[in-house]
């Protein structure tokens, strides 16, 4: 059956966040669209002429996509709608006849040469690398390139197979098995899982003695787990981060209710990045145990304030 809804991807055909997008089933049938940076699939889908939209947000290696957490903070009605975690395909691609020993120029997308500089350079020292779009992107250009042989790309296997090049040195990343890992982005929130979780965006505003310990501290009371913090500076003044947060759980988790109206009302400035399924569901939660133990808590302080005296 064909998804009525149209997916962006980071493109163009042939590259890993297309790869990515290929192993969720649920998905299969959907419309894709390659576009060719990660600002044209957000805006594609802040603009709904596609449905959702997948960008590559962090890798085990370089860390993360800093481009796609300063447009995530600038945009309040884009969320995060899953993640999907994924070993990438490094390969190094050229034209075939092409001795990398002439080699001159190798293509990729900057997270893609850092995962596979070390090894790029014991095979080709003579050569510079150039930043490109995409992985596939650096694979099509070499493609066409007139001058076959001076340029070799870094990306999938499937690149290769797709621009009709050769594949001159399979598995080139400098860390074998390095995961990168995507995010799925559209409107709404969608339900709660059971393994689920939360990102948001919090900004300190004046910069005072212990914040940052404020924050976590929101989390740790509720007993909320907290599996990333991360900080980017705003562009507005020098000295003034946002801090990108993901924890374990689900808007609709009471708890997680708790801990972001206490943010807010501490801070004022937090932006809501969404909740959704974690791309790995293992290990075992209690969600509904805390639930209910900070429930019964609530409950307790009801009945402290129901029995204070009241003066006439």
Known sequence: MKLAV???YLGP?????????????????????PLATIQEVVEAVEGRSVGLGLVP?????????????????????????????????MALIGRAGTRLGEVEEVLSHPHATAQCRHTA?????QATFVATNSTAEAVQRVAEDA?????VAIGPRIAAELYDVDVLH??????PGAETRFVLLGHGVPPRTG???????????????????AILQEFAARGLNMTKIES??????????????????????????????????????????????RARRIGVFHEQEEEAAWAQAGDWVTSLVSDMEVEA
């Open 6 to 8: 149209r997916i962006g």
């Open 13 to 33: 055909p042939g590259t890993n966040t297309e790869a990515a997008l290929r192993t969720q089933d649920d998905l299969a049938g959907a419309e894709v669209v």
């Open 57 to 89: 947000i962090e890798n085990q290696i370089e860390g993360s996509v800093n481009v796609i957490l300063d447009l995530l903070a600038q945009r309040p009605d884009l969320l995060i709608r899953r993640e999907i975690i994924t070993v990438v395909d």
């Open 121 to 125: 350079q014991k095979l080709m020292p």
């Open 147 to 151: 001058n076959p042989g001076c340029r």
């Open 170 to 175: 399979d598995d080139v990343a400098d860390y």
């Open 195 to 213: 393994a689920d979780k939360t990102s948001i965006v919090c900004h300190l505003g004046v910069d005072r003695p212990g914040s940052l310990l």
């Open 232 to 277: 980017r500076p705003t562009k507005g003044s020098l000295g003034e981060y946002w801090f990108f947060i993901d924890i374990e759980g689900h808007l609709a988790d009471a708890l997680v209710q708790d801990a972001l109206r206490g943010l807010r009302y501490r801070f004022g400035s937090v932006h809501f990045l969404g909740s959704y399924p």
